[in-house]
Protein backbone atom coordinates (compact mmCIF):
# COMPACT_ATOMS: atom_id res chain seq x y z
CA UNK A 1 0.00 0.00 0.00
CA UNK A 2 1.47 3.36 -0.69
CA UNK A 3 1.51 6.56 1.06
CA UNK A 4 -1.10 8.33 -1.33
CA UNK A 5 -3.53 4.97 -0.86
CA UNK A 6 -3.33 5.10 3.12
CA UNK A 7 -4.27 8.52 3.86
CA UNK A 8 -6.40 8.82 0.91
CA UNK A 9 -4.29 11.52 -1.16
CA UNK A 10 -3.53 12.41 -4.91
CA UNK A 11 -0.12 13.40 -4.80
CA UNK A 12 2.90 12.79 -2.68
CA UNK A 13 2.89 14.92 0.41
CA UNK A 14 5.76 16.83 1.81
CA UNK A 15 7.85 16.70 -1.90
CA UNK A 16 11.61 17.68 -1.61
CA UNK A 17 10.25 20.84 -3.89
CA UNK A 18 6.93 21.99 -2.54
CA UNK A 19 4.39 23.79 -5.29
CA UNK A 20 3.76 27.58 -4.52
CA UNK A 21 0.25 26.33 -3.38
CA UNK A 22 1.98 24.08 -0.66
CA UNK A 23 3.66 27.23 0.74
CA UNK A 24 2.63 28.44 4.57
CA UNK A 25 2.42 32.15 3.66
CA UNK A 26 4.14 33.77 6.21
CA UNK A 27 4.20 37.55 6.37
CA UNK A 28 7.85 36.96 7.54
CA UNK A 29 8.29 35.30 4.17
CA UNK A 30 6.75 38.47 2.33
CA UNK A 31 9.06 40.47 4.75
CA UNK A 32 11.89 38.23 3.91
CA UNK A 33 11.35 38.70 -0.10
CA UNK A 34 11.26 42.57 0.54
CA UNK A 35 14.19 43.09 2.31
CA UNK A 36 16.32 40.31 -0.22
CA UNK A 37 14.75 43.05 -2.82
CA UNK A 38 15.94 46.01 -0.88
CA UNK A 39 19.24 44.62 -1.33
CA UNK A 40 19.37 44.50 -4.75
CA UNK A 41 17.73 48.23 -5.33
CA UNK A 42 20.38 49.56 -2.98
CA UNK A 43 22.99 48.03 -4.64
CA UNK A 44 24.68 45.98 -1.27
CA UNK A 45 25.83 42.41 -0.48
CA UNK A 46 22.63 40.16 1.12
CA UNK A 47 23.24 37.09 3.38
CA UNK A 48 20.58 34.81 4.61
CA UNK A 49 21.75 32.58 7.48
CA UNK A 50 19.51 29.27 8.79
CA UNK A 51 19.68 26.18 9.87
CA UNK A 52 19.78 23.42 7.46
CA UNK A 53 16.50 22.55 6.55
CA UNK A 54 14.66 25.77 7.34
CA UNK A 55 13.52 27.17 4.27
CA UNK A 56 16.89 28.95 2.78
CA UNK A 57 16.43 27.34 -0.93
CA UNK A 58 12.91 27.65 -1.18
CA UNK A 59 13.11 31.52 -0.26
CA UNK A 60 15.91 31.80 -2.77
CA UNK A 61 13.83 29.99 -5.59
CA UNK A 62 10.90 32.64 -4.54
CA UNK A 63 13.39 35.40 -4.94
CA UNK A 64 14.87 34.13 -8.28
CA UNK A 65 11.13 33.87 -9.75
CA UNK A 66 10.08 37.34 -8.38
CA UNK A 67 12.46 39.27 -10.54
CA UNK A 68 11.93 40.90 -13.76
CA UNK A 69 13.41 38.49 -16.20
CA UNK A 70 13.39 41.38 -18.61
CA UNK A 71 16.17 43.24 -16.34
CA UNK A 72 17.80 40.77 -14.21
CA UNK A 73 19.42 37.36 -15.03
CA UNK A 74 19.85 35.27 -12.13
CA UNK A 75 23.14 33.06 -11.82
CA UNK A 76 23.16 30.58 -8.77
CA UNK A 77 25.56 28.22 -7.68
CA UNK A 78 26.10 25.82 -4.46
CA UNK A 79 29.46 23.97 -5.74
CA UNK A 80 31.46 26.03 -3.16
CA UNK A 81 34.19 24.08 -1.91
CA UNK A 82 36.34 24.38 -4.71
CA UNK A 83 39.58 26.91 -4.45
CA UNK A 84 39.45 30.46 -5.54
CA UNK A 85 40.65 29.99 -8.61
CA UNK A 86 37.99 27.00 -9.50
CA UNK A 87 35.11 30.09 -7.94
CA UNK A 88 35.95 32.43 -10.40
CA UNK A 89 36.05 29.79 -13.31
CA UNK A 90 33.01 28.31 -12.05
CA UNK A 91 31.11 31.95 -11.93
CA UNK A 92 32.19 32.60 -15.65
CA UNK A 93 31.50 28.96 -17.51
CA UNK A 94 27.93 29.57 -15.83
CA UNK A 95 28.57 32.89 -18.21
CA UNK A 96 29.28 31.13 -21.09
CA UNK A 97 32.63 32.53 -20.65
CA UNK A 98 36.18 29.86 -21.39
CA UNK A 99 38.27 30.13 -18.16
CA UNK A 100 41.54 31.11 -18.99
CA UNK A 101 45.26 29.85 -17.37
CA UNK A 102 45.41 32.30 -14.87
CA UNK A 103 42.77 33.54 -12.22
CA UNK A 104 43.32 36.90 -12.90
CA UNK A 105 42.77 37.21 -16.46
CA UNK A 106 39.27 34.91 -16.11
CA UNK A 107 38.57 37.72 -13.24
CA UNK A 108 39.01 40.30 -15.69
CA UNK A 109 36.84 38.67 -18.49
CA UNK A 110 34.10 37.89 -16.68
CA UNK A 111 34.06 41.40 -15.05
CA UNK A 112 33.75 43.08 -18.58
CA UNK A 113 31.38 40.26 -19.58
CA UNK A 114 28.76 41.43 -16.72
CA UNK A 115 29.35 44.86 -17.08
CA UNK A 116 28.40 44.70 -20.65
CA UNK A 117 25.34 42.84 -20.48
CA UNK A 118 21.83 44.82 -20.67
CA UNK A 119 20.62 43.21 -17.36
CA UNK A 120 21.87 43.52 -13.77
CA UNK A 121 23.31 40.09 -12.84
CA UNK A 122 22.47 38.37 -9.56
CA UNK A 123 24.63 35.89 -8.17
CA UNK A 124 22.97 33.71 -5.47
CA UNK A 125 26.10 31.42 -3.81
CA UNK A 126 24.29 28.97 -1.76
CA UNK A 127 26.74 26.59 1.42
CA UNK A 128 28.65 29.71 1.30
CA UNK A 129 29.85 29.13 4.81
CA UNK A 130 32.06 26.38 3.11
CA UNK A 131 33.68 28.83 1.07
CA UNK A 132 37.42 28.62 0.92
CA UNK A 133 38.84 32.30 2.58
CA UNK A 134 40.69 33.21 -0.44
CA UNK A 135 37.17 32.50 -2.34
CA UNK A 136 35.36 35.31 0.09
CA UNK A 137 38.09 37.57 -0.28
CA UNK A 138 37.70 37.47 -4.16
CA UNK A 139 34.39 38.11 -4.10
CA UNK A 140 34.95 40.94 -2.20
CA UNK A 141 37.80 42.21 -4.59
CA UNK A 142 34.88 41.53 -7.77
CA UNK A 143 32.13 43.42 -6.38
CA UNK A 144 35.05 46.47 -5.61
CA UNK A 145 35.75 46.76 -9.10
CA UNK A 146 35.11 50.43 -10.65
CA UNK A 147 36.65 51.88 -7.61
CA UNK A 148 34.07 50.44 -5.29
CA UNK A 149 31.34 52.50 -7.21
CA UNK A 150 29.19 49.85 -8.37
CA UNK A 151 29.31 46.17 -7.84
CA UNK A 152 29.31 44.26 -11.54
CA UNK A 153 26.59 41.98 -10.12
CA UNK A 154 24.31 41.66 -7.02
CA UNK A 155 25.48 38.82 -4.57
CA UNK A 156 23.23 36.96 -2.40
CA UNK A 157 25.48 35.07 0.23
CA UNK A 158 23.25 31.50 1.66
CA UNK A 159 24.71 29.47 4.46
CA UNK A 160 24.56 27.74 8.22
CA UNK A 161 25.05 29.93 10.51
CA UNK A 162 28.69 29.04 10.61
CA UNK A 163 28.66 31.78 7.92
CA UNK A 164 27.56 34.30 10.13
CA UNK A 165 31.11 33.11 12.39
CA UNK A 166 32.71 32.72 9.68
CA UNK A 167 32.41 36.85 8.18
CA UNK A 168 32.96 38.13 11.74
CA UNK A 169 36.62 36.52 11.50
CA UNK A 170 39.06 39.64 11.03
CA UNK A 171 40.44 38.64 7.39
CA UNK A 172 37.02 39.17 6.21
CA UNK A 173 36.35 42.61 7.92
CA UNK A 174 36.09 44.42 4.69
CA UNK A 175 33.51 42.10 3.52
CA UNK A 176 31.18 42.05 6.81
CA UNK A 177 31.30 45.98 6.02
CA UNK A 178 29.96 45.64 2.71
CA UNK A 179 26.89 43.51 4.08
CA UNK A 180 23.81 45.61 3.79
CA UNK A 181 21.08 43.55 4.34
CA UNK A 182 21.49 40.13 6.77
CA UNK A 183 18.67 37.88 7.03
CA UNK A 184 17.98 34.76 9.67
CA UNK A 185 15.64 32.17 9.05
CA UNK A 186 14.66 30.67 12.09
CA UNK A 187 12.68 27.34 12.87
CA UNK A 188 9.16 26.59 12.78
CA UNK A 189 7.00 26.78 16.37
CA UNK A 190 4.77 24.62 17.88
CA UNK A 191 1.65 27.17 16.97
CA UNK A 192 2.55 27.41 13.13
CA UNK A 193 3.51 23.56 13.01
CA UNK A 194 -0.42 23.29 12.06
CA UNK A 195 -0.46 26.30 9.84
CA UNK A 196 2.98 24.75 7.98
CA UNK A 197 0.89 20.92 7.67
CA UNK A 198 -2.40 22.09 6.47
CA UNK A 199 -1.54 23.87 2.85
CA UNK A 200 0.74 20.56 1.83
CA UNK A 201 -2.03 18.15 2.45
CA UNK A 202 -4.19 20.25 0.66
CA UNK A 203 -2.15 20.78 -2.39
CA UNK A 204 -1.67 16.38 -1.64
CA UNK A 205 -5.36 16.27 -2.15
CA UNK A 206 -6.67 15.42 1.21
CA UNK A 207 -9.94 16.01 2.05
CA UNK A 208 -9.33 15.75 5.91
CA UNK A 209 -6.47 16.38 7.78
CA UNK A 210 -4.92 12.40 8.93
CA UNK A 211 -2.86 14.21 11.85
CA UNK A 212 -4.29 14.51 15.68
CA UNK A 213 -3.61 17.28 17.63
CA UNK A 214 -1.21 14.96 19.42
CA UNK A 215 0.59 14.02 16.70
CA UNK A 216 1.01 17.54 15.37
CA UNK A 217 2.84 18.23 18.92
CA UNK A 218 4.51 15.09 18.66
CA UNK A 219 6.35 16.32 15.36
CA UNK A 220 7.03 19.43 16.83
CA UNK A 221 9.11 18.41 19.82
CA UNK A 222 10.71 15.73 17.67
CA UNK A 223 11.31 18.12 15.01
CA UNK A 224 12.82 20.54 17.70
CA UNK A 225 15.83 18.17 18.90
CA UNK A 226 17.05 18.78 14.99
CA UNK A 227 16.88 22.63 15.69
CA UNK A 228 12.94 22.64 14.92
CA UNK A 229 14.07 21.48 11.01
CA UNK A 230 10.63 20.69 9.71
CA UNK A 231 13.07 19.02 7.23
CA UNK A 232 12.79 16.15 9.56
CA UNK A 233 10.77 13.14 9.65
CA UNK A 234 8.46 12.07 12.31
CA UNK A 235 10.18 9.05 14.19
CA UNK A 236 7.62 5.33 15.03
CA UNK A 237 6.16 6.85 18.20
CA UNK A 238 4.63 9.04 16.34
CA UNK A 239 2.77 6.79 13.87
CA UNK A 240 -0.16 5.17 16.25
CA UNK A 241 -1.51 8.98 16.25
CA UNK A 242 -1.90 9.29 12.86
CA UNK A 243 -5.19 8.84 11.28
CA UNK A 244 -5.49 7.03 8.04
CA UNK A 245 -7.95 7.68 5.75
CA UNK A 246 -8.89 4.31 5.09
CA UNK A 247 -8.86 2.99 9.42
CA UNK A 248 -5.84 1.18 8.36
CA UNK A 249 -3.32 0.32 11.11
CA UNK A 250 -0.08 0.55 8.55
CA UNK A 251 2.47 3.29 9.52
CA UNK A 252 2.99 5.44 6.44
CA UNK A 253 6.28 5.64 5.24
CA UNK A 254 8.81 8.78 6.30
CA UNK A 255 8.62 11.52 3.97
CA UNK A 256 10.83 14.61 4.17
CA UNK A 257 9.44 18.01 5.13
CA UNK A 258 9.52 21.70 3.01
CA UNK A 259 10.34 24.58 5.60
CA UNK A 260 9.51 28.38 6.49
CA UNK A 261 11.54 31.17 7.45
CA UNK A 262 11.94 34.32 9.28
CA UNK A 263 13.75 37.71 8.80
CA UNK A 264 16.55 38.75 10.61
CA UNK A 265 18.06 42.09 11.07
CA UNK A 266 21.29 42.98 12.94
CA UNK A 267 21.61 46.33 13.06
CA UNK A 268 20.42 48.37 15.81
CA UNK A 269 17.26 50.35 15.54
CA UNK A 270 19.41 53.45 17.41
CA UNK A 271 22.00 55.51 16.58
CA UNK A 272 24.49 55.37 18.64
CA UNK A 273 27.97 58.00 18.62
CA UNK A 274 30.55 55.32 19.75
CA UNK A 275 34.07 56.23 21.15
CA UNK A 276 36.99 54.71 18.98
CA UNK A 277 37.44 51.10 18.82
CA UNK A 278 39.68 48.37 18.04
CA UNK A 279 39.02 46.17 15.48
CA UNK A 280 38.49 43.59 18.38
CA UNK A 281 36.56 45.56 20.41
CA UNK A 282 34.42 46.39 16.97
CA UNK A 283 33.65 42.94 16.92
CA UNK A 284 32.95 41.93 20.81
CA UNK A 285 30.50 44.51 20.49
CA UNK A 286 28.60 43.44 16.91
CA UNK A 287 28.76 39.90 18.48
CA UNK A 288 26.52 41.44 21.44
CA UNK A 289 23.88 43.56 19.38
CA UNK A 290 23.83 40.25 17.82
CA UNK A 291 22.55 37.96 20.53
CA UNK A 292 20.35 41.25 22.15
CA UNK A 293 18.54 41.19 17.95
CA UNK A 294 18.62 37.56 18.45
CA UNK A 295 16.67 37.28 21.60
CA UNK A 296 14.33 40.04 19.97
CA UNK A 297 13.24 37.98 17.18
CA UNK A 298 12.54 35.04 19.34
CA UNK A 299 10.05 36.89 21.73
CA UNK A 300 9.13 39.73 19.24
CA UNK A 301 9.32 38.26 16.03
CA UNK A 302 5.89 37.73 14.93
CA UNK A 303 4.74 41.76 15.71
CA UNK A 304 8.36 42.59 14.04
CA UNK A 305 7.64 41.36 10.75
CA UNK A 306 4.34 42.26 10.69
CA UNK A 307 5.68 46.04 11.10
CA UNK A 308 8.48 45.14 8.54
CA UNK A 309 6.09 44.30 6.12
CA UNK A 310 3.37 47.37 6.55
CA UNK A 311 5.83 50.10 7.04
CA UNK A 312 9.77 50.67 6.40
CA UNK A 313 10.04 53.95 6.59
CA UNK A 314 9.85 54.48 9.97
CA UNK A 315 12.47 56.31 12.43
CA UNK A 316 15.50 53.92 13.26
CA UNK A 317 14.32 51.22 10.84
CA UNK A 318 16.63 49.65 7.92
CA UNK A 319 14.29 51.63 5.62
CA UNK A 320 15.15 54.79 7.00
CA UNK A 321 16.33 57.64 4.50
CA UNK A 322 19.46 58.74 6.60
CA UNK A 323 20.61 54.98 6.62
CA UNK A 324 19.89 54.64 2.99
CA UNK A 325 22.33 57.65 2.36
CA UNK A 326 24.92 55.55 4.49
CA UNK A 327 24.92 52.58 2.13
Known amino acids: MTLEEHFGLTHPPFPKTASEAALLRHPALAATLERLRFALHRDTIASLVAESGCGKSTVLALFAKSLDAASYAVLALSLTTVGPFGLVSHIAALCGLRPARFK ?4 AALIAHLRGLPKRTVLLIDEAHLLPDDSLEDLRLLTADDFDRRSPFALVLVGQPLLKERLAEPQHYALAQRLGVRLRLRPLNESEVPLFVEPHLTAAGARTNPFEPEATTALFHHTRASHGSSRTSPSPPCWPRWRPANNSSTPPPSSRRSSTWRPYDPRPRLRLTLPPLSPREALTLSS ?19 LLTKDTSGPGTWGSPRRDQDQ
Do not use: P, R
Open 288 to 306: ILDTIDDLLWLHYGDEMAA
Open 104 to 107: GTTA
